[in-house]
């Protein structure tokens, strides 16, 4: 009954003229993507946005590609690291809605893509550029959505592809274990989350003195409020607030050239196999 309220508050805060950044930049990176695919793919094919929570939903999507008797349905969750949370809840809900189908599409998924070369750069390279502009501050932090740990023992994976995509991008950047560090933000609950958490390690480096520190959320393709609301405000604010002097939070891939790139390559080779028939 309260969390509906509160977190309106916090959506106010970060609102633009065009409406919710997570839904802007998601919709300009399908139709950029659409405007791509269809270059090799000609009408044959077609990109819509769907959000497991809101509008527009799967369950509209779908029925809209069942009535242009779509036969061939692609799931591209945008979640690089796959965890039963998220990319798995997107299936569930694909999944249960076309067992209700007399005529099942053909269905292909994507995973997650947390390792993708192509992935990998666009993060480093982003960083690169922020570096570029604004300077280079004392540490690098890696803030991912926390899960239950309970779910990493159970089995998910989510916690080593974070460390494995970190891992990585520091490599690309030539960083030492000592010039950066992951943790993981969002947890709520009385239950113990996937550690170190985001908001305590801030705390505790500035009481330690450390001065800057530079932000981003790679396990995010799209700003939305818990990067813009969450790590860009909330956690500058304690960071500064506990002594720290300067804290830069490093904006997603959103709908940039860079991620437009990645995801034509994914959609481009698990696409593979179903392109038309010539004079089709």
Not at 35 to 55: F, H, K, S
Not at 144 to 149: L, N, S
Not at 251 to 277: K, Y
């Amino acid at each position: 009954n309260v969390r509906p309220k509160k977190s309106a508050k916090l959506y106010q805060s970060i609102w633009t003229k065009d409406g919710s950044p997570l839904f802007v930049y998601s919709q300009n990176l399908a139709n950029k993507l659409q405007a791509n695919l269809q270059a090799e793919w000609g009408d044959n094919i077609r990109v819509a946005l769907a959000m497991r929570y809101g509008r527009p939903s799967i369950a509209d999507k779908l029925a809209e590609f069942r009535a242009a008797n779509v036969q061939r349905i692609l799931v591209l969750p945008l979640f690089p690291q796959y965890s039963a949370t998220t990319t798995a809840t997107i299936y569930d809900i694909v999944f249960d809605e076309l067992r209700r189908y007399r005529w099942m599409p053909e269905l292909r998924t994507v995973s997650d893509y947390h390792d993708n070369p192509l992935y990998i750069q666009a993060l480093a390279d982003s960083i690169r550029k922020f570096w570029a502009e604004n300077g280079r501050s004392a540490k690098l932090l890696y803030s991912f959505h926390g899960i239950p740990k309970s779910y990493f023992e159970k089995g998910d994976p989510y916690y080593c592809f974070c460390q494995k995509t970190a891992r990585l991008v520091s490599e690309n950047l030539g960083l030492s274990e000592e010039e950066y560090q992951l943790c993981f933000q969002s947890r709520f609950g009385p239950e113990e989350w996937l550690q170190p958490y985001t908001d305590k390690t801030l705390e505790q480096w500035a009481h330690e003195g450390l001065t800057s520190v530079d932000t981003l959320c790679p396990g995010f393709a799209v700003d939305c409020l818990e990067t813009l609301e969450e790590m860009a405000e909330q956690n500058r604010e304690i960071f500064l607030e506990a002594g720290g002097q300067q804290y830069n939070y490093i904006p997603c891939l959103n709908d940039s050239d860079a991620q437009l790139t990645l995801f034509t390559d994914l959609a481009q080779r698990h696409l593979q196999g179903w392109e038309p028939a010539p004079g089709e």
